[in-house]
T-cell receptor
Framework: GDSVTQMEGPVTLSEEAFLTINCTYT??????LFWYVQYPGEGLQLLLK?????DKGSNKGFEATYRKETTSFHLEKGSVQVSDSAVYFC????????????FGQGTTLQVKP | EAGVTQFPSHSVIEKGQTVTLRCDPI?????LYWYRRVMGKEIKFLLH????????ESGMPNNRFLAERTGGTYSTLKVQPAELEDSGVYFC????????????FGNGTRLTVT
């Protein structure tokens, strides 16, 4: 079945460091890919998405490129801030599916000043 | 607009008891979803309502879980009787039309079964 695998956390970085959170997926067909973020005490928010191969999603300085050849959707940010500390979830949904998301296990990011 | 609201934010119950979680979606959102995250693992889909009808309940773990959506507005998720492995965070999400708009998630209900 469809699945999403994220790198193990927690990830601890200093402010202004470069961030990469790896995400790979297994799915038939052409899924849409998402990154959601959960800040402390809040619900999940959509961070960015990509709906077809080679699409790049971007938001708030974060980027991820849909790589079908490597079945990956790695999240990157050039310079993290303390306010980026959160749990990040990679997810996919099948085309034609009614919004049902399949999530990875989440990666906790802690950014220290 | 008001976001997706979940009640309660936390619930601690003993094994064998009953708990009811509530979700109020964003007004006008026909699609309502329940998800669950157990013990720091991945968030798993439980079920999907379109208005008052269950569109997909393939993720419901067993018959101790009952979800309803009265009149196509708010939804409840009842666990009866609760077991230790039901502990986790239960998220609700809603969307108007999922292909054009993202899912809006609530803050979740943290359920602890002791």
């Amino acid at each position: 079945g469809d699945s999403v695998t994220q790198m193990e956390g927690p990830v601890t970085l200093s402010e202004e460091a470069f961030l990469t959170i790896n995400c790979t997926y297994t799915a038939t067909g052409y899924p849409s890919l998402f990154w959601y973020v959960q800040y402390p005490g809040e619900g999940l928010q959509l961070l960015l998405k990509a709906t077809k191969a080679d699409d790049k999603g971007s938001n708030k300085g974060f980027e991820a490129t849909y790589r079908k050849e490597t079945t990956s959707f790695h999240l990157e940010k050039g310079s993290v801030q303390v306010s980026d500390s959160a749990v990040y979830f990679c997810a996919l949904t099948r085309s034609g599916n009614t919004g049902k998301l399949i999530f990875g296990q989440g990666t906790t990011l802690q950014v220290k000043p | 607009e008001a976001g997706v609201t979940q009640f309660p934010s936390h619930s601690v119950i003993e094994k064998g008891q009953t708990v009811t979680l509530r979700c109020d979606p964003i007004s006008g959102h026909d699609n309502l979803y329940w998800y669950r995250r157990v013990m720091g693992k991945e968030i798993k889909f439980l079920l999907h309502f379109v208005k008052e009808s269950k569109q997909d309940e393939s993720g419901m773990p067993n018959n101790r879980f009952l979800a309803e959506r009265t009149g196509g507005t708010y939804s409840t998720l009842k666990v009866q009787p609760a077991e230790l492995e039901d502990s986790g965070v239960y998220f609700c999400a809603s969307s108007q039309e999922w292909k054009r708009s993202p899912l809006h998630f609530g803050n979740g209900t943290r359920l602890t079964v002791t």
